[in-house]
């Protein structure tokens, strides 16, 4: 006897809609699976027999042939478990065929029948052409975010079966709970002085302009970033809705009952592998860091100690908000549409704690400056110094008050953003070249200062481009409408210095 249930694979951080055909028929007993499965997939057989075996059900004493339709798509991860048993029951007649025809399965099974949740459910979930799915109960919550599907959810296959047969009601799914969001960002009211580094953060926020902090050791450039998610505006329903599928695909925790709403912070170390940050696997091909940063702050400290080869990946994203992914057998576009931070100290020995303190040689320090090729250290619009604070600022001693709020800061920040929408770019970061003139109209002064710039070999003419889009976030920020003034200008430049060559004159 025949039978067909839905269900779906990860192709990236797209589902992609499967059928899974199963054959019982007469024969010698065995058990094939065709249609591209991959290694974990191919495990399927043993894990869905032991688990139909140990739920009190019988294994058809037949042949048993299960087909992956369509047959050209990669199928990957042990989702497919639950739609080829619920096949297989049904084929052999323990379950009417007619009565899962028209619903999709997505889950692992555990060997003793218990259900499983699987990385990706919410895009698994968004390919289904079936109206109703059926999953583990631990992966309802996220079955239901998009709201488009009637969801079912049982604890364990014999339940599952059970329900399918009206002998019992199907299972209670867990209570959808709105879960708080995490741990709380930490406040820019913590951060006292740094004001060249407060503002540069501010700056990055409202025009999502790419940030690099060059200080030494204890200088409070990670504190500063991860201040940044604290005052960058919520997602929108859409980038929500992509921030959550990729997080889901990458095996990482989403909330419970709801979208990720908080742009997301990804802080990848410079000992990761090339795979963990820029995406793929041998199995399935998983999102990297990079892409779990999508619509929020990819922090990476120390800059210089990541590989060079990292950094050349860089450059795809930076220039189109995503990155292609290839493998032997399977290419996938991930997206990865972040706002940059990194960090640097000035030198390898890190300013040795006090001013004047550096011990390297100059060949140590050339080297060290020469990792960040010239083309990555152009994309960061904000290039800023942050010294070490004094102990009167760090004890608030020496009568400075705690900085400004984050929920002080994030509100100018969306008042930017909005002028930036209404020029019809997400962010001044993305105001391209041929609309300069158009929308950041510059006064007399503030043209014959970026001409000079130009003129001494100071800029480049890209570089003009960076100033001038920082210095309509900085006009954005204070206010300012109409053509951008000298002084915006001149502090946009004030957040381009040349990092290294600044560190020599203070260290
Ligand atoms: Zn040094």
Redesign the pocket.
Known sequence: MNATVGSATLAGVEGRPVTVEVHVGPGLPCFGIVGLPDASCREARDRVRAAIVSSGLKWPQQRVTVNLAPSALRKVGSGLDLPVAVAILAADGQLDPAAVADIAFVGELALDGRLRKVPGTLPLVAALRQRTVVVASAAAGEARLLGRHRVLAAPTLRSLVAAVRHEQPWPDPPPAVSAPEGDAVPDMADVRGQALGRLAVEVAAAGNHHLLLVGPPGAGKTMLAQRLVGILPPLGTDEAIEVTRIHSAAGLPVPEGRLIRRPPFRAPHHSASLVSLIGGGTAALRPGEISCADHGVLFMDELGEFPSDVLDTLRQPLEEGQVLVCRARASVVFPARFLLVAAM????????GAPG????TET??AR?SSRISGPLLDRFDLRVGVDRPDAGELLGTDGAEAGESSTTVAARVEAARELARRRGVTANAAIPGSRLDELVPLVAEARSLLEAHLRQGLLSARGVHRVRRVARTLADLGGREGPVGAEDVHAALALRSEPFAAAEVT?
């Open positions: 100290n000035p030198c390898p020995c890190g300013g040795d303190g550096c011990r390297c140590a320090r060290y260290w």
